[in-house]
């Protein structure tokens, strides 16, 4: 860089160091992008500086068509962002060229989710190995438990380690579940989950008085003796990998988060409300939880071609 937007861009990166303690690699990323962005301005005979947000524009166009993917371009453009506040800070530009600009769109990928075979298999073995005695069946009705609330509550994962152990006092169908922004909510428990926390919880109680260290009992569901008191869900994770791998399931189709999104689209596809699984989900949001419309759309077409007349009829034609 040799002109006055080449001395613009290091009184920016100074800045950035010295006023925001920005990173080496973030100096790094918008050195190369700021860079990148005055080579494109050259061939345009203006510099960064001087730039017009059509100048702006251009440039965004010439990423997309060089096969730059949105989110890529998204980084450039929040980059140049920053570039021009700074400038307009300074004084040496009255306005700031990105001020109307749109970042690019970013394709909302479609959630991995398991099959209703795949989540039967996973819960079978599960509660297969949890019935086997043995020093470590507590762990194994631990990973059953999991599941099968997991499964029949979509909660997220952090939620469900870390539930209190007053759940095994609840004597019914409904659990409150306390999620983002200590927000409560209820939702249902299977028969399958109610018997498998009954089971794990006296199983609980037996290791706890076997122990006779002194100690109470711990105030959560899924002891840990790390430092948050529950079980790390990086734990679970891992376990309910290795239960896919004896499963003859995928290992790398399989997370907590993949069983919760199973949960989600698997009410949709069996006529739930969009609404009534947004609350169970915990979303603020209906837009979040409409990211599982595709499985409404597979649901609704399939509806009218089975149901409607005219569909019935386009049948018999052909």
Same mark, same amino acid.
């Given at each position: 860089?040799?002109?006055?937007?080449?001395?613009?861009?290091?009184?920016?990166?100074e800045?950035?160091?010295?006023?925001?303690?920005?990173a080496?690699?973030?100096?790094?990323?918008?050195?190369?992008d700021?860079?990148?962005?005055?080579?494109?301005?050259?061939?345009?005979?203006?510099?960064?500086?001087?730039?017009?947000?059509d100048?702006?524009?251009?440039?965004?166009?010439?990423?997309?068509?060089?096969?730059?993917?949105?989110?890529?371009?998204?980084?450039?453009?929040?980059?140049?962002r920053?570039?021009?506040?700074?400038?307009?800070a300074?004084?040496?530009?009255?306005?700031?060229?990105?001020?109307?600009?749109?970042?690019?769109? /970013?394709? @909302?990928?479609? *959630?991995?989710?398991?099959?209703?075979?795949?989540?039967? #298999?996973?819960? +079978?073995? &599960?509660e297969? $190995?949890?019935?086997?005695?043995?020093?470590?069946?507590?762990?194994?009705?631990?990973?059953?438990?999991?599941?099968?609330?997991?499964?029949?509550t979509?909660?997220?994962v952090?939620?469900?380690?870390?539930?209190?152990?007053?759940?095994l006092?609840q004597?019914?169908?409904?659990?409150v579940?306390?999620?983002?922004?200590? /927000?409560? @909510?209820?939702? *249902?428990?299977?028969?399958?989950?109610?018997?498998?926390? #009954?089971?794990? +919880?006296? &199983?609980l109680? $037996?290791?706890?008085?076997?122990?006779?260290?002194?100690?109470?009992?711990?105030p959560?569901?899924?002891?840990?003796?790390?430092?948050?008191?529950?079980?790390?869900?990086?734990?679970?994770?891992?376990?309910?990998?290795?239960?896919?791998?004896?499963?003859?399931?995928?290992v790398?189709?399989?997370?907590?988060?993949?069983?919760r999104?199973?949960?989600?689209?698997?009410l949709?596809?069996?006529?739930?409300?969009? #609404?009534?699984?947004?609350?169970?989900?915990?979303?603020?949001?209906?837009?979040?939880?409409?990211?599982?419309?595709h499985?409404?759309?597979?649901?609704?077409?399939?509806?009218?071609?089975?149901?409607?007349?005219?569909?019935?009829?386009?049948?018999?034609?052909?």
């Amino acid at each position: 860089m040799s002109d006055l937007s080449a001395a613009h861009v290091e009184a920016f990166l100074e800045m950035m160091s010295a006023e925001r303690g920005a990173a080496v690699n973030t100096l790094q990323s918008y050195e190369r992008d700021l860079e990148d962005a005055l080579s494109h301005m050259r061939t345009r005979a203006t510099g960064l500086t001087g730039a017009a947000t059509d100048d702006l524009r251009h440039y965004l166009a010439h990423l997309a068509a060089q096969g730059f993917k949105p989110s890529s371009q998204a980084r450039r453009l929040s980059a140049l962002r920053q570039f021009y506040k700074f400038l307009y800070a300074e004084g040496l530009r009255g306005d700031d060229p990105t001020g109307i600009l749109d970042a690019p769109k /970013k394709g @909302r990928s479609l *959630p991995k989710t398991l099959s209703v075979d795949d989540v039967s #298999r996973l819960i +079978g073995l &599960a509660e297969t $190995e949890a019935a086997a005695p043995g020093p470590e069946r507590l762990s194994r009705l631990r990973i059953h438990v999991l599941m099968e609330l997991l499964y029949a509550t979509g909660m997220r994962v952090s939620e469900l380690v870390s539930l209190p152990a007053s759940v095994l006092a609840q004597d019914g169908r409904f659990l409150v579940i306390r999620g983002k922004g200590n /927000k409560e @909510r209820l939702v *249902p428990l299977s028969q399958a989950a109610i018997r498998a926390m #009954r089971a794990y +919880g006296t &199983a609980l109680a $037996e290791a706890f008085a076997k122990a006779d260290t002194g100690e109470r009992e711990s105030p959560w569901l899924f002891p840990s003796t790390g430092k948050a008191g529950y079980l790390p869900r990086q734990v679970f994770a891992r376990e309910l990998k290795s239960l896919a791998s004896r499963a003859g399931i995928r290992v790398a189709t399989i997370s907590p988060h993949v069983l919760r999104h199973a949960f989600a689209s698997h009410l949709l596809a069996n006529g739930a409300d969009l #609404r009534a699984v947004q609350e169970l989900l915990g979303h603020s949001d209906i837009s979040t939880t409409q990211i599982y419309t595709h499985v409404l759309e597979e649901r609704l077409h399939d509806l009218v071609q089975n149901h409607h007349p005219l569909a019935k009829q386009a049948k018999k034609q052909d």
